[in-house]
């Protein structure tokens, strides 16, 4: 860990100040419960447009249960959530949603490409079969994660980082303007890595946003820009340099293994 | 239009009652892995057989209001209660206190039983019997006809068409719809495509198919029929059209010998293709790309490539050294292997064959052929080194 961060006092809150940055995503009072056990307390999230935000947080802090309320995945028990000033249903052509690569059946009888295809079905609605102007799309997604050569494999025979690279594919193929990961990195291999934050970066430069879980805290500040440090409550969230702190992350149970050199 | 009438019943006519039954049963069994298809690939195959079983309790409500067996009504009154059975279930299984799996085996006997009980108390003397409800009665299809645009066909071909048509239409036009939630239903849902949706309405079909299958076919072959060629398919392609297709090649195949089979044996027509079903499963399960005989054959055919590999490796590395002669020798290279001389000799004369070594006489050593040295380089690409 090689970042310097300040260690002083003022500087560890978030200030009013740094809201005044354009917000993409507003996520108010949420609350949500598993079996009536609330996973997350009242919670407030802004997302920061063109950011990369990392969301990070112990085991069973409510990571992929924020991503999946955020979305309208999972019911929520209150609160609000905006994205570009509305409702995910009215703008789900613009939010790509890339889940943890085993929640799908890697066994389902269809290639690397048709999944990627699957990215345009969002603008086709009902019915409406791909045109070529979509084929030729899909392909393209698929060349700009190297996956080219794999079009016509499978899915059942890619590996882990190859399934990732496909859903990601999916993603660009959507051409969607905010991407929600949940935990890409997750037993992919180093080449892929790179291919992905490459990826996250490129499309911060054509004003996207994404918003990621990320469990390895040592590669946290070179991959992202902002961070949600969360644990049932939003700990704390806002640019990484001011956000990163051994405090927030020892307030999150998070500190144990880890130590911030300042 | 009078004349197709008459080249259809000419057609019916010259189809024996043998032909009619077989039609009927390979009819039905498409309907049903279209659809099969789809429930395999959600995980659904015990909800079938929940639906098969429940809406027997749906068919005697259904009679009682109408009084008729032959009524259209009763059709779509017992559908209805399949797809209320399949509402059930899940509203069972969302109150947490059961697992989905309980709650099918909560629900489909509670209707099941209340039905027998309905029928043996109120219904005594009514074409409803409970030996039937299980298999069917495939050898009553020609009997039972009616007359539609003036050819009389089969009364069970005639429904079992109708619901291969409409089935049909909804893979065809929702086929998209289906892959993407059946894949990925989260993703299907931020898409716009409603998951609920989809499952309802395949829910729905699956329970008209399952009533409208059940007079001729009985509940347990509906199981079979919905789920054997499903599952056959999924393991053998590796797309969704083509395991449709293959999916309806095996109930086809399924269905003619199995037809043939009971006539031969004089036994029950659906309880053999139940049988059949579940052979060409199983032989599926052996002999597919991953399946046991496959791997257990591949398993041998490996360790056997692997020496052969490991001796074009041997003599790769050690040709141009100094040591050859000890390494490589006719009489040594068994000592630096730690084989016998037999299978030494075995492996060797087999590579020979194969082109990739010679004997080099004037050395006295096994020398790799120009080919050998190819597949040197390629195994050490292989294999990483």
């Known amino acids: 860990m090689k970042v310097l961060l300040n260690k002083d006092e003022k500087a560890l809150r978030v200030k009013e100040g740094n809201m005044s940055e354009n917000i993409i995503v507003k996520v108010e009072d949420l609350t949500m419960a598993y079996h009536d056990k609330p996973v997350l307390w009242d919670n407030d999230v802004s997302i920061i447009a063109n950011s990369r935000t990392a969301i990070i947080g112990p085991n069973g802090a409510g990571k992929s249960t924020l991503l999946k309320g955020i979305l309208g995945l999972q019911k929520t028990l209150s609160g609000t959530v905006e994205i570009m000033g509305k409702s995910v249903k009215q703008i789900y052509k613009k939010i790509a949603y890339i889940p943890q690569s085993n929640s799908v059946n890697w066994d389902f009888p269809t290639t690397a490409l048709d999944v990627v295809l699957m990215g345009r079905y969002v603008h086709l609605g009902w019915i409406k079969r791909p045109r070529k102007k979509d084929i030729e799309i899909a392909k393209n997604a698929l060349h700009k994660m190297g996956m080219q050569d794999y079009a016509k494999r499978q899915i059942s025979q890619l590996s882990g980082g190859q399934k990732q690279r496909v859903f990601i594919a999916r993603a660009i193929a959507q051409n969607a303007e905010i991407y929600f990961m949940d935990e890409p990195l997750a037993g992919v291999d180093k080449n892929t890595e790179k291919v992905i934050i490459d990826f996250l970066k490129d499309s911060q430069k054509q004003g996207k946003t994404s918003i990621v879980i990320h469990h390895d805290l040592n590669t946290l500040a070179d991959y992202f820009d902002h961070l949600v440090i969360l644990n049932k409550r939003i700990i704390a969230q806002g640019k990484m340099s001011e956000t990163l702190t051994q405090a927030n992350l020892d307030a999150a149970d998070m500190g144990g293994g880890f130590k911030i050199n300042a | ?385």
């Not at chain 2, 659809?35 to 395999?40: P, Q, R, S």
């Not at chain 2, 050898?139 to 039972?144: A, K, Q, S, W």
């Open chain 2, 1 to 385: 239009m009078i004349y197709q009438n008459l080249l259809l019943t000419k057609m019916l006519d010259f189809l024996n009652y043998n032909q009619q039954m077989l039609l009927t049963l390979i009819v039905t069994g498409i309907a049903c892995s279209l659809l099969g298809c789809f429930l395999v690939l959600n995980k659904l195959s015990m909800l079938t057989d929940a639906l098969s079983h429940s809406i027997l309790l749906g068919i005697v409500l259904a009679y009682f209001v109408t009084k008729n067996l032959n009524s259209p009504f009763l059709l779509i009154g017992a559908s209805v209660f399949g797809v209320f059975t399949v509402y059930a279930i899940g509203l069972l299984s969302k109150t947490r206190l059961v697992k989905n799996d309980d709650a099918v085996g909560i629900i489909f006997p509670l209707f099941f039983s209340l039905a027998v009980i309905l029928i043996s108390t109120f219904a005594r003397n009514v074409h409803l019997d409970t030996d039937i409800v299980l298999m069917g009665q495939v050898i009553m299809i020609p009997l039972n006809t009616m007359t539609v645009f003036g050819v009389e066909l089969p009364k069970a071909l005639f429904y079992m068409l109708i619901i291969l048509l409409i089935n049909l239409i909804f893979v065809v036009v929702f086929i998209k719809e289906l892959k993407i939630s059946s894949f990925d239903p989260e993703f299907a849902t931020l898409a716009g495509f409603s998951s609920g949706l989809l499952f309802y309405g395949l829910m729905t079909l699956t329970s008209f198919t399952a009533v409208a299958a059940f007079d001729a076919v009985g509940a347990i072959l509906v199981i079979a029929l919905f789920v054997g060629p499903a599952a056959s398919a999924y393991m053998l392609t590796k797309s969704l059209k083509k395991m449709l297709l293959v999916s309806i090649i095996f109930s086809i195949l399924n269905s003619i010998s199995g037809f043939y089979l009971a006539i031969a044996f004089n036994v029950s027509i659906s309880g053999m293709i139940a049988v059949t079903t579940g052979f060409t499963t199983f032989m599926t399960v052996l002999l597919n790309r991953q399946g046991i005989i496959t791997a257990i054959y591949l398993r041998h055919k490996n360790r056997k490539e692997f020496r052969l590999d490991l001796l074009i490796m041997h003599l790769g590395n050690h040709e141009d050294q100094e040591d050859a002669e000890f390494e490589l020798g006719f009489a040594t290279i068994k000592d630096h292997l730690y084989w016998d001389q037999e299978t030494t000799e075995r492996r060797l004369n087999r590579l020979i064959d194969q082109g990739f070594v010679h004997r080099n006489h004037e050395r006295k050593i096994y020398c790799l052929t120009e080919k050998g040295r190819l597949r040197y380089d390629m195994i050490k690409v292989d294999y990483g080194v």
